[in-house]
């Protein structure tokens, strides 16, 4: 469900079978653009949008509902065409998963992917991709506010350990990330009707 825990943070993605997207590392944003278009208008897919992860690293979500089967046809057909080297390393990690993941929230020193283009239509698959981004974006940063708090509160139960000696502060804001992360969970088991956790 989640990628990893990395300094007590979850790394949180988009998960699911019916909509196309792209990894695309180490290349401009006019070439990002120009495999989102070309990829777009050949396999018909409505609309896109491209959202920048990092420094010469974007994201692509298309807007047409698809299979699986046509998924990955897709997405191989770019990998052949763009002869990117990351981009087939990201595919071939999707069908070993069977189900195609885009990250949402931040990792690391990198910020959650932001939005820089949008083209075509926007309402079918990028809105459900979008639902849900804000819904992380809503659910993380209820996490970040609510941790200082639990600390607080929970010091007294988490500063001694069985030995008699005092554990790490780090243990302290641990605990309070897996039960934020425990309640985001839970959330979405309710609310979510489409998409998942990485």
Known sequence: MTERLS?????VGYTDTQTVKLDLDNVPFKTAKHWAQRVMK?????GFIILKSSERHYHVVFDRTVSWAENMSIVASACLESESEPLLKWFLLQCRKKSSTLR?????????PRIVCRHGKQNNRIL???????????????M???APLNSVN?????????NGKSNSGLQVRFFN??????????????RMPAGGLL
Do not use: E, W
């Not at 300094?7 to 790394?11: A, C, D, L, N, S």
């Not at 050949?42 to 409505?46: K, V």
């Open 177 to 190: 990330q897996c039960r934020c992360l425990y309640s985001l969970l839970h959330c979405f088991q309710k």
């Open 42 to 46: 050949r396999f018909n897919l409505g």
């Open 154 to 162: 929970n010091r007294s139960q988490m500063n001694v350990g069985a």
């Open 144 to 146: 970040r506010t609510r």
């Open 128 to 142: 459900n991709y979008l639902r849900y981004r804000r819904r992380i974006k809503d659910l993380l940063r209820k």
């Open 104 to 112: 949402v929230s931040p990792k690391g020193r990198k910020p959650s």
């Open 7 to 11: 300094r007590g943070r979850p790394v």
